[in-house]
């Protein structure tokens, strides 16, 4: 499972990452394994997604989501 | 003069720091650019109690010290350099009470450089409808520095940050966090090998190697003690630093912050629907940029109609008022014109940066950003391109600068590359003098033909942008790590103050930047078209009075022939007719030749030049675009602005690359002449093809 499984309204435990090479700038927005993430929206041609991660707004491509490893906490549909 | 206390105004974006800098110093401020680099400088004075002065500088927002851009290294090297004139006595970091967590990374790093760190925590005002909770008293302890809550929405609290700057020595420099302690043996190395140097300040110099200008590196040349890490193990170590960071301001704020999670989520999630729907959401878009455009060419035009008459009515009166003679011809034909086509784009430079400093204060750019990233990517551009191609609809520099939070480099460079082609405002008194020459002032389809024409021109220049991006991306080989990381801030009505300043200070700079170039040119071209080398130049009036011809002729006529037989013999005159086998081809003649060459400098310098052309000599006050339409083609005898030459002139003047300041930008920002070269030769190249394809076709 990772971040882009998620659907919207869905909150998730960060878990791992699948990669050596996360970006810095996301582990210092708050990214970072333990940290709860919501999905908020997903913008049309479902690129890029829109997070709360531990409280921070923001925006990541799939390609970077899909490299970040998740347990889902609870299904909520919108 | 008393000692003046540095002051470092730090913190993440969308903190308002530049709020609290304005208040702070009130206007009392001036931008510039750091030496060698295109950072904007923002410095000011604030008084402090008891008569104290602090001379404060507003950093560029950043994350953290792990620097990604240019902006950001301009933080850190400030911080590590004490021997810099601005290193600060007191740093104070600026931030945002709901994101306070995040923000407070940044305060840990900057408290462990050991810099007597002041902690703001701004839009307090925000707080109740958040549902949120301070315990300044504990945070004060835990973080071991002095804290003051701030409203600049409310204008409160800015008078306990001032007292806390003049009171800085009280405060503690103890560092935060032990870094030393995510790799000990790592760590003892370094303090082996360095026994003399802050051990958090060598661990930033050694992570910091991206993309270092000016920092002595000398620190860590010799490295022979011990063994330097791999960038993969440096980048693990900073991921555990980051970790251990977190576990620190988890521990401060489990106590001191409380934050309710169902108060207020509403506002941003509903706003958030629309802005972002699938639908809406380009549809909103799509209205907010023609509101921009209507501005910028619709209502902008009645301050620009006065401005062109009072300059017009300027340059008049000092011919009549002041005696005859060199000087005042410079003044009434150089000057004054050069000045007035400077400051006729004040009104459109200012309603466009309205517009993008409203947008980007809201937080709605973001949300732009978000809809654009996935269409823009089929282009090998980002989402982040939006704002600069926007930007270049008023102009390529700043465009260019905005290129800056592309993370991506690839996306970063074809965005810088087709930015130009966007229609800039120096275009437009190109675009509106030739529509009105040769597209007839008739309706079709019920909408003005003029005004279709002007909007194809912006169409095809953003085309071209859209294609050559894509084009770019299928031949630029380049491998870069994408990565696509945007803060998306919370909605917010801009702060009035804040929004006027970035108008006043976007327009100065171009006042000042491209309007120097303008005004040199100006009086150059004058020089050039009012002296020459020959004889013939000089004794004109002798030599056409003295031709057959000329004896019956009328005396209005009389002295036009003069004037023209001058200025064929000038300077320019003798460099237009070189030129002109190569511009004829494109229905141009040398007049137009001239003042296309002189449009390398500047585009808007082709009207002011073919202005001074034909104002060179003439007494009579009449328009330039009457001066335009008499002119007649050397070989047809035709009109010489007909709609065959026109159309080839609109379209040379939509995809040429004619401007020395955006070149020079993009030097600096591509830190290479490679682009900016292959930038003018293509460009300009194919605005060449083009305008002769269509000359050819059309005629």
Known sequence: MTIANLKRGQKAIIKEFSTDNIPIKLLEMGCLPGNEVELLQIAPFRDPLYLNINGSFLAIRRETALQIEIDILESKSV | ?699
């Open chain 2, 1 to 699: 003069m008393s000692k003046q206390i540095n002051v470092a105004l730090i913190g993440n974006p969308n903190t308002g720091k530049t709020s609290v800098f304005n208040q702070l110093t009130g206007l009392n401020q001036k931008v510039g650019n750091y030496p060698g680099i295109t950072v904007e400088k923002k410095e000011g004075v604030c008084k402090l109690p008891r008569g104290v002065k602090a001379h404060i500088i507003d950093l560029p927002g950043t994350y953290s010290l792990n620097a990604n851009s240019l902006d950001e290294n301009v933080v850190i090297e400030l911080l590590l350099n004490k021997n810099d004139k601005d290193f600060p006595d007191v740093a104070v970091v600026i931030t945002d009470v709901e994101n306070l967590k995040r923000n407070l990374l940044l305060f840990t790093q900057i408290k462990d450089l050991k810099i007597p760190t002041i902690l703001v925590i701004n839009m307090a005002d925000r707080m109740k409808r958040r549902g949120i909770s301070l315990d300044v008293e504990l945070l004060e302890q835990k973080l071991n520095t002095k804290i003051a809550v701030v409203s600049t929405r409310k204008r409160q609290g800015v008078e306990k940050v001032k007292e806390l700057i003049a009171n800085y020595k009280n405060i503690s420099t103890d560092p935060c966090v032990d870094t030393t302690v995510i790799e000990p043996e790592y760590f003892n190395g370094l303090k082996a090998a360095f026994p003399n140097q802050d051990i958090y300040k060598l661990w930033l110099v050694i992570t910091q190697d991206a993309n270092f200008v000016k920092l002595d590196r000398n620190l860590v040349k010799d490295t022979s003690a011990f063994s330097t890490k791999s960038k993969t193990e440096l980048k693990r170590l900073q991921h555990k630093e980051t970790v251990l960071r977190y576990q620190f301001i988890n521990g401060v704020l489990k106590e001191g912050y409380k934050i309710d999670a169902n108060a207020a989520k509403g506002f941003r999630a509903s706003l958030d629907r629309i802005l972002t729907h699938k639908v809406w959401g380009y549809v909103i878009f799509f209205l907010i940029l023609l509101t921009i455009f209507q501005a910028i060419y619709d209502w902008s035009s009645y301050p620009m109609d006065f401005i062109d008459a009072t300059f017009a009515s300027l340059s008049e009166w000092v011919k009549e008022t002041m005696p005859a003679g060199s000087l005042t011809n410079l003044i009434a034909e150089g000057i004054i014109p050069g000045l007035g086509g400077i400051v006729i784009f004040i009104p459109q430079i200012a309603f466009l940066f309205l517009f993008i400093s409203v947008l980007e204060e809201s937080g709605y750019m973001s949300r732009v950003v978000f809809l654009m990233d996935r269409i823009m990517r089929k282009f090998g551009l980002s989402g982040k391109s939006v704002v600069p191609l926007i930007s270049g609809t008023a102009c390529a520099i700043p465009a260019v600068m905005a290129t800056r939070n592309i993370e991506n480099w690839k996306e970063r460079l074809i965005t810088i590359l087709v930015t130009p082609f966007t229609t800039c405002s120096a275009r437009l008194p190109v675009y509106l003098i030739i529509i009105s020459l040769v597209i007839p002032n008739t309706r079709f389809l019920g909408m003005n033909l003029q005004g279709i024409t002007l909007m194809m021109l912006y169409l095809l220049g953003f085309g071209m942008a859209v294609f050559s991006a894509w084009l770019l991306n299928k031949i630029l080989k380049i491998k870069s790590r994408t990565f696509f990381v945007v803060e998306m801030p919370s909605y917010k009505m801009p702060l009035p103050k804040n929004v006027l300043i970035t108008v006043v200070e976007k327009t100065k700079s171009f006042v000042f930047g491209a309007g120097k170039i303008i005004l040199a040119i100006s009086i150059v071209l004058w020089f050039l078209a009012s002296n020459g080398p020959s004889d013939r130049f000089d004794n004109a009036r002798e030599i056409v009075t003295a031709q057959p011809e000329a004896e019956n002729l009328p005396e209005g006529d009389l002295e036009t022939k003069i004037a023209s037989y001058k200025l064929q013999n000038s300077y320019i005159g003798i460099a237009g007719k070189a030129i002109e086998p190569a511009i004829l081809p494109l229905g141009y003649d040398w007049k137009i030749g001239i003042a296309v060459i002189s449009s390398f400098a500047a585009r808007e310098v082709f009207v002011g030049t073919l202005a001074t052309i034909y104002s060179v000599g003439s007494d009579e006050e009449e328009t330039i675009k009457n001066r335009m339409a008499s002119e007649t083609n050397p070989i047809t005898g035709e009109p010489l602005f007909n709609l065959a030459s026109g159309i080839s002139l609109l379209l040379f003047y939509a995809f040429a690359m004619q401007c020395m300041s955006t070149l020079a930008i993009v030097k600096r920002e591509t830190n290479t002449w490679k682009w900016p070269v292959a930038q003018l030769v293509f460009m300009s190249a194919f605005a060449y093809l083009v305008a002769l394809v269509a000359y050819q076709l059309i005629k």
